[in-house]
């Protein structure tokens, strides 16, 4: 399928540009992106098929097991290449993304207004600020003029409109996507509405994760962040399982391991323990993270999120010096912006699991409530609401 079309990627310009001639219905949004776990346009989806009936989401969408699934959440849903998905890819005015232009069709795309509601605040470089690693040449190649890149490069074509959280982020976005800073807009993240209020999401949550949070004495989530170069990193951790197994089970504490849906490892394996839970990597855990009491991570920017629960975040950056010099580097010094203990190694971590009281004080050691503040604006679980009326009013 790819080489059919790398033959027609010409006519495919072509295409692109006549659809520029339709008419584009504004109660029609199309959503693309992957339908997992960290997915805004899941929430913003949701809450537009809750909430207004006088707009239709219609989900576009390259993979044929997120189409199934999707359409069992009660949407209509097509394959982008589809007659529907074609149709509706064609007259829908608003089209969102979760991270690049390919999430949609975008060969269909010209005369809609694309919108880039992103996937997580910025802890690393992104995009076009990479400098380093893996990922610097996809974004700034060494021997091609910018101008070129953005005409070929589908990754490198900047929407109408990207979401922020925040003047900080705000400010980052507009940068590293190449979006004039007043289309990106302070919103917040739909995806963490959960957390202010009961949703069709939330109401599906596992009754066996729910049991186990209500059982357990303290509940922690581990979720990494994936490496841009790809190696199996938890090797550098030392992570031994058994152990920390052991530290949990005495203190009737669980733990849940949630890896990012791109990471490729085999060091950690999901071996049975008691008080440890393996999440798969495209589990929805955002239902869940209000009722955690401790989050446990590196550079993820998962923390982000989870300061708007105002619960207690335990950060592991174990190989910070060789992720900033051989994966990404960071917008801001590490210590400035992690608020809470730091452990640079496993034995200091089941150190902190042993012997720290995990209670709402320690939050207020670590400037939590501050760096909350200064990257997110909105605490109040309408940020879908704020979205919605941005577009549906200006048409």
């Known amino acids: 399928m790819k080489s059919i079309f790398k033959i027609f990627r010409p006519f495919l310009y072509l295409l692109y540009w006549l659809t520029f001639f339709i008419r584009r219905n504004p109660h029609i949004w199309i959503f693309g992106g992957d339908y997992n776990s960290f997915s805004n346009g899941k929430y913003l989806a949701?809450?537009?098929?809750?909430?207004?009936?006088?707009?239709?989401?219609?989900?576009?969408?390259?993979?044929?097991?997120?189409?199934?699934?999707?359409?069992?959440?009660?949407?209509?849903?097509?394959?982008?290449?589809?007659?529907?998905?074609?149709?509706?890819?064609?007259?829908?005015?608003?089209?969102?993304?979760?991270?690049?232009?390919?999430?949609?069709?975008?060969?269909l795309s010209c005369g809609s207004t694309i919108i880039n509601l992103w996937h997580g605040l910025p802890l690393k470089k992104l995009?076009?600020?990479?400098?380093?690693?893996?990922?610097?040449?996809?974004?700034?190649?060494?021997?091609?003029?910018?101008?070129?890149?953005?005409i070929f490069i589908l990754r490198h074509k900047s929407p109408h409109y990207f979401i922020a959280t925040?003047?900080?982020?705000?400010?980052?976005?507009?940068?590293?996507?190449?979006?004039?800073?007043?289309?990106?807009?302070i919103t917040g993240y739909p995806r963490n509405d959960v957390f202010f209020e009961k949703n069709t999401i939330r109401q599906s949550s596992s009754l066996e994760i729910n049991s186990i949070i209500n059982n357990a004495e303290k509940t922690f989530v581990y979720m990494p962040t994936w490496r841009d170069t790809e190696n199996d990193f938890?090797?550098?951790?030392?992570?031994?399982?058994?152990?920390?197994?052991?530290?949990?089970?005495?203190?009737?504490y669980h733990m849940f391991i949630k890896l990012h849906p791109l990471t490729k490892?085999?060091?950690?394996?999901?071996?049975?323990?008691?008080?440890?839970?393996?999440?798969?990597?495209?589990?929805?855990?955002?239902?869940?993270l209000i009722n955690i009491d401790v989050l446990i991570t590196d550079y993820s920017s998962i923390?982000?999120?989870?300061?708007?629960?105002?619960?207690?975040?335990?950060?592991?950056?174990?190989?910070?010096?060789?992720?900033?010099?051989?994966?990404?580097?960071?917008?801001?010094?590490?210590?400035?912006?992690?608020?809470?203990?730091?452990?640079?190694?496993?034995?200091?971590?089941?150190?902190?699991?042993?012997n720290r009281q995990f209670d709402k004080p320690l939050t207020k050691a670590y400037n939590y409530i501050e760096i909350k503040d200064r990257f997110w604006n909105y605490k109040d679980g309408k940020s879908s609401e704020r979205i919605f009326h941005h577009f549906y009013e200006n048409p």
Request: aromatic share 18%; proline share 5%; glycine share 2%.
């Open 46 to 107: 949701h809450y537009i098929l809750k909430n207004h009936p006088e707009v239709k989401p219609v989900w576009v969408v390259r993979s044929h097991i997120d189409l199934k699934k999707i359409q069992r959440d009660g949407f209509e849903a097509y394959y982008h290449w589809s007659w529907n998905g074609i149709k509706y890819s064609l007259i829908g005015k608003y089209q969102f993304l979760n991270s690049y232009v390919f999430d949609i069709n975008y060969w």
């Open 127 to 150: 995009n076009f600020d990479i400098e380093k690693g893996p990922s610097a040449s996809l974004f700034n190649p060494r021997f091609l003029p910018a101008w070129i890149t953005r």
């Open 166 to 185: 925040s003047k900080v982020t705000q400010e980052i976005f507009s940068k590293a996507f190449r979006v004039p800073k007043e289309k990106c807009l």
């Open 234 to 252: 938890l090797v550098d951790s030392e992570i031994d399982i058994n152990a920390m197994n052991i530290a949990l089970s005495s203190k009737n």
């Open 265 to 288: 490892l085999n060091s950690l394996k999901s071996s049975s323990q008691s008080n440890i839970h393996f999440l798969p990597g495209q589990f929805d855990v955002y239902p869940y």
């Open 303 to 354: 923390y982000f999120d989870f300061l708007l629960t105002e619960n207690i975040i335990l950060f592991f950056p174990f190989d910070l010096d060789k992720y900033q010099s051989q994966d990404r580097d960071l917008y801001f010094e590490y210590n400035e912006v992690t608020p809470g203990p730091v452990a640079n190694n496993f034995s200091e971590l089941l150190e902190l699991i042993n």
